[in-house]
């Protein structure tokens, strides 16, 4: 179960205003004028969390044939890892000494999976640090940036702690989903390089929730979204339109995903100009010009 009170280990993820104020006046009569910055930093920024404009979707998107899509991402199946996934496992062998064989898509998403059923039956670190490390190799290249690049990943004192009150937050049933969602993700993008593309891709596997990367977020709002609240956000459209395709809602993000994949750049809603003779290529210029 989440601590009831806040103090100063959990005061960057706290969220009851009135708990923080408290802990903000008993540093106040302490002395402890560092905590008592904190403590002002925290409330301001939850004060700017709630007066963000809300997300908007594109109603062109509702038209996107989802059952179509949905087993066109090359993120699963049984074909080979795609190109960007082979760039991650070879990057991690070469580059940090962290070595992995997948040859298969399957066969690293079976072996997360497997990996965290154990970790939840024993709860080892090394489980957890391999977990973290498929996960990002699963991402693709990307994942092998800013946290590797840093040295993060080498300096375990420095991320496991959040990543573990991660694993905490979201394995524990009493929770509710948002208290899952939101502690959850406060926890990931508090580890350094670890942005809101792939803390999300760690929710989908311990939490069986959908991934809410750059593509997706462009596509469905036109804008990189990364805060917490833009999450919770997405999340009650993907389920709308889980609702209206029959879909589970990690189906809609696969789907999404593949229909982005095959029209748009990875970083901007631009087309690439290819697949011109699609049958969905008309679909995917509106969704670009709305």
């Keep these: 179960m989440l601590t009831k ?16 104020r408290r802990l903000m006046a008993n540093a106040e009569r302490l002395g402890e004028l560092e905590l008592v910055e ?25 038209k996107i044939d989802l059952t179509y899509w949905m087993d066109k991402n090359n993120y699963y199946g049984n074909g080979p890892l795609n190109k960007s ?5 070879t990057n991690l062998k070469n580059n940090y000494n962290l070595t992995y064989n997948f040859e298969t898509c ?19 670190e090394d489980l957890a640090i391999r977990i973290f490390d498929m996960i990002q190799l699963w991402g693709g290249s990307m994942g092998i940036k800013s946290f590797y690049y ?4 080498k300096n375990l004192p420095k991320w496991l702690p959040n990543y573990i ?38 929710l989908k596997f311990w ?16 804008s990189k979204a990364k805060k917490v609240s833009d999450y919770l956000k997405f999340l009650d459209d993907v389920s709308n339109l889980a609702s209206q395709s029959g879909l589970t809602i990690l189906e809609v993000e696969k789907s999404l995903f593949a229909f ?15 697949n011109i003779n699609d049958a969905d290529y008309d679909l995917a210029r509106e969704i670009a010009e709305t």
Excluded: W
């Design 5 to 20: 009170f806040v103090n100063k280990d959990n005061l960057h993820t706290a969220t009851d205003k009135d708990k923080i």
């Design 38 to 62: 904190k403590c002002s930093q925290r409330l301001q920024h939850l004060k700017n969390s709630s007066q963000q404009k809300e997300l908007k979707m594109n109603s062109a998107v509702s």
């Design 85 to 89: 996934m082979r760039t991650a496992q």
């Design 106 to 124: 399957d066969q690293l998403i079976d072996k997360i999976n497997s990996d965290i059923a154990e970790y939840r039956l024993t709860k080892k």
């Design 150 to 153: 840093s040295d993060t990943r």
């Design 165 to 202: 009150s991660f694993i905490k937050v979201v394995s524990e049933e009493a929770n509710e989903q948002t208290i899952k969602v939101k502690v959850g993700l406060e926890e990931l993008l508090a580890i350094y390089g670890l942005g809101m593309s792939f803390a999300s891709k760690h």
């Design 207 to 222: 939490n069986d929730l959908p991934i809410f990367d750059d593509r997706i977020s462009l596509l469905l709002y036109s």
């Design 260 to 274: 982005s994949q095959r029209y748009f750049k990875n970083d901007k809603l631009l087309l690439t100009g290819k």
